[in-house]
């Protein structure tokens, strides 16, 4: 199997261009690729399929072998793939995802794409639809014991499960400890997303990530658009922020006409290789 490793400010996967490859076990394929002692090493697999929607389809693979439905890092390297590679000679893409179709621009430079900028449409803030068990309709800034200790939530959904987490020391949380308990969490019937914030100020936040399905990341792009969502709905930000986050900064704005959010960030390529799977 040939592929590409790539990665948006750290979030690193595998991407198969399967116009011309065939993965006949999508989910054991993750599981060995992801591997980062015995495999390739990533943060899940996704393949770059033909789709009767869009210009191309999106099919996302946790680390563990789980699907994803979007993964906002990962898209803006399919976007780059496509162009890159020469699937595709358009700067303005379609692309269908488990979440929807999706729209985005390529900045080009140089003859490839260097940032691409995602409409990641409009966050669901419903809980039964993220989903979170809660007696209220929308979970916003709502406690959560997790492991004896309380902490304060925000729901959103941007395709996948987040809940956001906001405090002032992010630096020295112990995620591989405290992550499971969210992730795994009775309140979260398919698991969840966790995203530790600290603001800094209007403009800036920072924040942390435990990715279900595959632990602490470098980076999520759909979790960066969480938490611009849930800093607006607390109050803490303006409506476009800039997220830092351990791999990078992505660009998120949460449009107050359409209701949309969207998402600029780099992707860049690592290396080509094959596979025996």
């Given amino acids: 199997m040939k592929f590409t490793k790539m990665h948006g400010i750290g979030n690193d996967y595998v991407y198969v261009n399967c116009l011309k490859e065939k993965v006949d076990d999508p989910a054991g394929t993750a599981r060995m690729v992801s591997d ?3 495999g390739i090493g990533s943060d899940g697999l996704i393949l770059i399929k033909p789709s009767e929607k869009a210009d191309f389809q999106m099919d996302m693979y946790n680390a563990d072998g789980s699907r994803g439905a979007m993964c906002g890092n990962g898209i803006r390297c399919v976007a780059k793939y496509v162009y890159d590679y020469g699937l595709t000679d358009k700067t303005s ?4 995802t488990g979440s929807g179709i999706k729209y985005l621009d390529l900045t080009v430079e140089n003859g490839k794409v260097s940032l691409v900028k995602v409409d990641m449409g409009k966050p669901d803030l419903t809980a039964s ?7 209220e309709e929308e979970v916003i800034d709502s406690p959560l014991e997790v492991e004896g200790k309380t902490y304060r939530i925000t729901g959103v959904s941007m395709g996948n499960p987040h809940a956001v987490v906001f405090m002032d020391d ?6 591989e400890k405290i992550g499971p308990g969210f992730e795994n969490h009775v309140r979260f019937p398919d698991r969840i997303n966790t995203e530790f914030v600290h603001v800094e100020s209007q403009d800036k936040v920072r924040m942390r990530v435990w990715e279900r399905g595959s632990g602490e990341t470098l980076a999520c792009g759909t979790g960066a658009c969480a938490v611009a969502v849930a800093c607006v709905l607390n109050g803490y930000t303006k409506r476009e922020v800039t997220v830092g ?3 990078g900064d992505l660009k998120i704005c949460w449009d107050e006409q359409d209701g949309h959010v969207y998402m600029t960030g780099p992707a860049a390529v690592v290396f080509d290789g094959e596979i025996e799977i």
């Fill in 170 to 175: 992010i630096e020295n949380l112990d995620l």
């Fill in 129 to 135: 639809h993220i989903p979170i068990e809660a007696e």
């Fill in 245 to 247: 986050l351990l791999g």
């Fill in 36 to 38: 980062r002692h015995f």
């Fill in 93 to 96: 893409i379609s692309v269908e």
